[in-house]
């Protein structure tokens, strides 16, 4: 079903089959050429598309070392923040729609074996996350402090910012009716907290500076028999609305210390190094530091290089050095949390993980937010406990052919997404498994008539079911609205499984079939990554593989050079420019998956055209999945579609 332009080869060894069918029963080249040239005529030679300018001429910022390219600065404007989900994760109580995080119905938040929430309006909440989407839809502080007594008579947390000194003041309540009046340290005190200081205070784009005051002036130069003898550690991450949701960990007596300060950002400095987001100032030191001294993230959201020991995530975001190997994930590949960048963590770090022996830690209970969430999605692991029981033969000399550049057979249960598309009994495409009763294909694979298309699971020879495999009829096809056969814009379609009588499964449980995962972004992976195509297609000397193959290929970025007005938005291109490695007729709607670093698979591309297969200067062309993640989440309905975003 693939045209002759079409697709990505794996150049490999046949293994003679001895269940393989006569060779008049197996599609013949011919047969195939027949199909791609009604599938697609050539293609139109069309205009270059002229880019969208923008209405608004945006200034630029002047790069550095660290910052990133002037495009991706100028995105600021286009709400490159904290809040664009396309780079960072959303907190648990929002999810992220169209590459924006939007506040969650506090119900969607998980509340068991949480600890209880007094607000600051005197009601309980079940959870931190449950009061923290309140606070969200409401857009003002909510959370007091952890405790089930929340009556108009218990204090709840308050805190200032001194006129004079700028020094900062808590009141932190015990939960049990009593509190005590602390000062903050300076040792952990950083623009982040001092942000969320100020922003409490009705600054709205928060502090000029973290500053520190000597305690010992304090009590010497000031008459102030209230102010307190102790301070605690207060860590933000800058997302805060009030020091309450901060960290706060660690009370010591103040005598002999320096205690935190801040100075409110109140009006713009009339040379102004760097512009947030927000439209604050501040100086280009500050960006790409781990430390969010915009107060929206947008100083750490396009760096190619990071300050002060920070971790450069892949997407070009800065976290700060205490986020790596923490237990919570913030890079969006997991890239902090591998086991490679987290051998050696900081002692300071490590007090941070641990949860805090006099406060409650609202990281943790963040963290255990997360993986609740986590564990509502099932995809990208596939099962390591299966075993292939595989006779390998040696085979003589003299029944080897070409030598192998590309793919190799894969086991008989290893790509535990994989499916085959069989219409009419031909199989011609393939496809992936995401989860429910959803399979994923390419468009053009697929027409709209259910009954004559059956999902074959756990398939390993073409031709030839193991006993794993699982056959299910299909119920519904949903081709994508905008499909265009001549051009194949827009190549993807989701095909529906029927569901078995009296229950909501579409097969039984079967420990060789396994879900992948569905990118929310286009940045989780970067070009020359090394991802996965799987299928049954044809091979270099032209003949159908009669058994799954597999072979690696990379990610490769500017398609444009090779394709010209043929590549679409919603394409991408894997392989390698000299075409020793591609799929090719029969792998189309096959998936091509991308691990990220801590060994989740996502469905990163589905086959969909090329310039014949393995064509030098021509790598395959790829449906890029990520970019229909709202189409495919609308269809499906679920709302745990992708990692941390139900």
Known sequence: MRPESLFLLFLL?????????????????????????????????????????????????EADEFLASHECLDKKNQRLTRASCSLVFCPPWERCIDGQCSCKPPY??????????????HRNYRSYCQAMAVSCRNKNPLFSHFGENCKDNIPKFKSSVDTDTGMIRIFLPDGA??????????????TAAANVACMEQKHPLGAVSADAVDYNTLTADRDNPDLPSSCVSIRCQGYETSLAECEIFNKVKTVGRKVAAATCYKEAPEECEFTCANQKCISRNQTCDGVDD?????????????????????????????????????????????????????????????????????????????KVLEAQLQCGIPNKDLVDDVDVVERGRSSRRKRVVGGIPALPTQIQWQIALEENKRIDCGGAYIGGCWVLTA???????????????????????????????????????NYIPTTYENDIALIKLQKLPFTDKCFEDNPAIRAVCVPWTTHLFQPNHTCSISGWGRTADGRSAQVLLWANVSL????????????????????????????????????????????????????????RCGQPGFPGVYTQVAHYFEWIRLHTGWPAVTRFNS
């Open 443 to 481: 468009a053009h694979c697929v027409r709209p008539n259910p009954s004559a298309f059956r999902i074959k699971f756990s398939l390993w020879k073409k031709f030839r079911a193991q006993g794993t495999t699982d056959i299910v009829p299909v119920e519904d096809i949903q081709i994508h609205p």
């Open 108 to 121: 969607l938040c998980p509340f068991e074996d949480m600890k209880p929430i007094c607000g600051t309006n």
């Open 177 to 190: 009716g009593g509190g005590e009046n602390l000062l903050v340290c300076q040792e952990m005190w950083d």
């Open 294 to 370: 915009c107060g929206d993230r947008s100083d750490e959201m396009c760096c190619k290089k990071c300050r002060n020991g920070a971790f450069l995530c892949r997407t070009g975001v800065c976290v700060h050095k205490e986020a790596v190997g923490d237990g919570h994930i913030d890079c969006l590949d997991g890239a902090d949390e591998s086991p490679k960048h987290t051998t050696a963590l900081s002692s300071d770090n490590m007090n941070l993980t641990q949860t805090p022996l006099e406060y409650v830690s609202r990281r943790n209970e963040t963290r255990t937010n997360r």
């Open 13 to 61: 060894i046949l293994h003679s089959e001895t269940d393989s069918p006569p060779e008049q029963d197996r599609p013949s080249s011919l047969t195939e050429q027949t199909r791609k040239v009604q599938k697609r005529p050539p293609l139109p030679s069309l205009p270059p598309t002229t880019p969208a300018t923008s209405a608004q001429v945006i200034p630029k910022q």
């Open 556 to 611: 490769i970025e500017g398609c444009e050079s090779s394709y010209k007005d043929r590549f679409k938005p919603g394409m991408m291109c894997a392989g390698d420019l000299e075409g020793s490695v591609d799929s090719c007729q029969g792998d189309s709607g096959g998936p091509l998956v991308c691990e990220d670093e801590l060994g989740v698979s996502y469905l990163w591309g589905i086959v969909s055209w090329g310039e």
